[in-house]
């Protein structure tokens, strides 16, 4: 079941005209929202950088942020699976071909909400391997908007290589990856590009800093050269789907400080037992995990 303007149906029954300008210029945005237990997270702050990148387009919002809850959270209880991803996206419109924007159209509303695919849980405890590209993307990068050739032909660089992330580089200086940001740690401090029009501002980005903010991690948001990026002692990509997820190889080449790392949080060591807080069913619930022995070189 998916949602369509105004209306709910079977995906086979969800029709756009070919002259929606989403078809035609790719002209709309969108937001992906990870759903966990069929509670969504940050829905308040999707729908806030949703809002956000209408404005910078000058697409009407054609729902409140009460309305756009009431649809996504109808979608959610309509799937037969807990964890789910809802993407959504608003284009211009229905229009006679023009660049110019048409007056008086309608905006198409589209949601849909598939299986939450998350990475394996092999890959988050190893790390996964990175490309590196030049970032050609235009200069509104800091808009989710849906024309996405350039991080689809990005992203393909690391994908024919069977890597999962292409670390991106504007004029030697760190960006983002095709779709996620980065952060790196040099010395005990995390590093990350400053928000700025050449970067998603990401939720998970915000989320990540958060955390390291609360537990009283040295944190920095800076210009990152490509040399800094490669002689870092971890590499970090966030994203709504991959969460937070360890590069351990860029280029071919070993991050240095992931040869070595050793699980340990909050002094504790692997094999231990630790707390943690997770919400299931939108409650929290309290659990004892054992931490798991990391590789203490990664193959
Ligand atoms: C280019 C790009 N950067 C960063 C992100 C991460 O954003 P978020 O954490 O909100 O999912 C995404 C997510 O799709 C993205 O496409």
Redesign the pocket.
Known sequence: MVFLNGKFLPIEQAMVPVLDRGFIFGDGVYE?VPVYSRVPFRIDE?LR?LERSLAEVRIRNPYTALQWKEIITRLIGEQAFDDQGVYFQVTRGVAKRDHAFPKDVEPTVFIMSNPLVNPPREVVEKGAAALSAVDYRWLR?DI?SIS?IG?CLLRQVSADAGAAETIMFRDGVLT??????VFIVKGGVIRSPAKSHL???????DVVVELAQAAGMPLEFAEISEAEVRAADEVWI????KEVLAITELDGKKIAGMEELVNVVNGKKPGEEIEVTLLRGGDEKTVTVTLANRPASIE
């Open positions: 992906l999707h950088r990068c989710k996405l991080n983002e990856a095709s779709a996620s940001n970067i998603l501002p990401g939720i998970t980005y966030t994203s709504s789907s």
